[in-house]
């Protein structure tokens, strides 16, 4: 009996287990550019769990890559480079920035079929590079399907401070979003359960969420809405299609 119910109870562990977060990674090679680190911001582009540093999941050729400063956008897709990480497909791209400005980095990578979940996903990705000083432009929407319009600078942020920002979906802001936030963890910090893995939280009315980041580094914020129309699997099969608003932060200790 005792055999029974040890069983029994791993069983429904085993069930209770969350899917691992999926974060799509767009992260630049600085946040904030001066001429000491020079006018060419590296991104590094991956599909993977940030908190748990992997396993990578294996990307498709981007459906688009862009950048938006100043009020116009220039298409970097076909400046993306594939390159192998674990035996997973990754991309990186180099760009050189003629002004100052911020910088808005996008990608809409190529949808990613989860069987574990049933679903395709496809994660609109951003984050924002200022380059020389320019603090002007890092709340300019992209136009992506699922968008995160950041209501705090999302550069220069000392540890601790908040970020908040609003989900919207084709334009309109979603009430009661639900957000997953991440950190892309350093090999420094292990999680003590998987709560504590990814953190979740829930925008008010009017789509506006709030989170304060506790430590320096590379935070994610994931909005996840389902499509409004299904797409085909590798199979052909019609299913829902997941998309995700995500957008990058960095924040620093204050020394």
């Known amino acids: 009996m005792r055999l029974g119910i040890t069983a029994l109870a791993a069983a429904l562990l085993s069930a209770a287990q969350p899917a691992a977060a999926h974060f799509q990674e767009i992260i630049p090679s600085a946040d904030i550019l001066t001429p000491e680190t020079g006018t060419t911001v590296d ?7 940030p908190m748990e540093q992997g396993p990578l999941m294996d990307m498709g050729a981007p459906q688009r890559i862009g950048v938006l400063a100043d009020g116009a956008v220039t298409d970097l897709t076909n400046a993306a480079e594939a ?10 791209l180099s760009h050189a920035v003629t002004m100052p400005a911020d910088y808005v980095f996008f990608i809409t990578p190529a ?24 603090q002007e432009g890092w709340d300019a929407l992209v ?10 600078r999302p550069y220069g942020l000392w540890t601790g401070n908040v970020f908040r920002g609003i989900v919207r979906k084709d334009g309109e802001p979603v009430p009661f979003a639900e957000v997953e936030v ?9 999680a003590p359960a998987d709560a504590f893995v990814t953190q ?9 969420f709030s989170y304060a980041m506790p430590r320096a580094g590379w935070w994610g914020f994931a909005a996840l809405e389902e499509a409004d129309d299904p797409v085909a699997n590798p199979d052909g099969d019609m299913v829902p ?9 960095n924040v620093r200790d204050m020394e």
């Open 43 to 49: 991104l590094d582009i991956r599909f993977t769990h």
């Open 83 to 92: 390159r192998t990480i674990d035996g997973k497909t990754a991309y990186t």
């Open 111 to 134: 949808p990613y079929w989860e069987p574990a979940e049933g679903k395709m996903i496809v994660h609109h990705a951003k984050v924002v590079v200022d380059a020389f000083d320019a």
């Open 143 to 152: 136009g992506l399907p699922v968008e995160i319009e950041p209501l705090a």
């Open 182 to 190: 991440e950190w892309r963890n350093d090999g420094s910090v292990t």
């Open 200 to 208: 979740v939280i829930k925008a008010g009315p009017d789509g506006v």
């Open 241 to 249: 299609l997941e998309e995700g608003g995500l957008m990058w932060v």
